[in-house]
Nanobody
Framework: QVQLVESGGGLVQAGGSLRLSCAAS????????MGWYRQAPGKQRELVAF???????NYVDAVKGRFTISRDNAKNTVFLQMNSLKPEDTAVYYCHVQGTIIWGQGTQVTVSS
């Protein structure tokens, strides 16, 4: 089974940027869609963005215009570029193969005001 490992999280001031990476242990080429989710303390895990096999991205309204999801099938990696970060973006961010039980372990993103 493919395993996912996220990286790139950290502490950043409001208005700053981070780039998250999700490296898969196997090919992601044939996965229909890959998604990024986040879970803030005391809240349910929520979808942030996903990208289909053709490279078409989709975003929730809260991150539109600030976040960019992309995938590099040759490197088996999915990225989430996060700009203009806000304190409310603070959460653990998870990578997920849509429609499966495959999740990464998560990476913490903390945005200070």
């Amino acid at each position: 089974q493919v395993q996912l490992v996220e990286s790139g999280g950290g502490l950043v001031q409001a208005g700053g940027s981070l780039r998250l990476s999700c490296a898969a242990s196997g090919s992601i080429r044939y996965f229909a869609a890959m998604g990024w989710y986040r879970q803030a303390p005391g809240k349910q895990r929520e979808l942030v963005a996903f990208i289909n096999s053709g490279g078409t991205p989709n975003y929730v309204d809260a991150v539109k215009g600030r976040f960019t999801i992309s995938r590099d099938n040759a490197k088996n990696t999915v990225f989430l570029q996060m700009n203009s970060l806000k304190p409310e973006d603070t959460a653990v961010y998870y990578c997920h193969v849509q429609g499966t039980i495959i999740w990464g372990q998560g990476t913490q993103v903390t945005v200070s005001s």
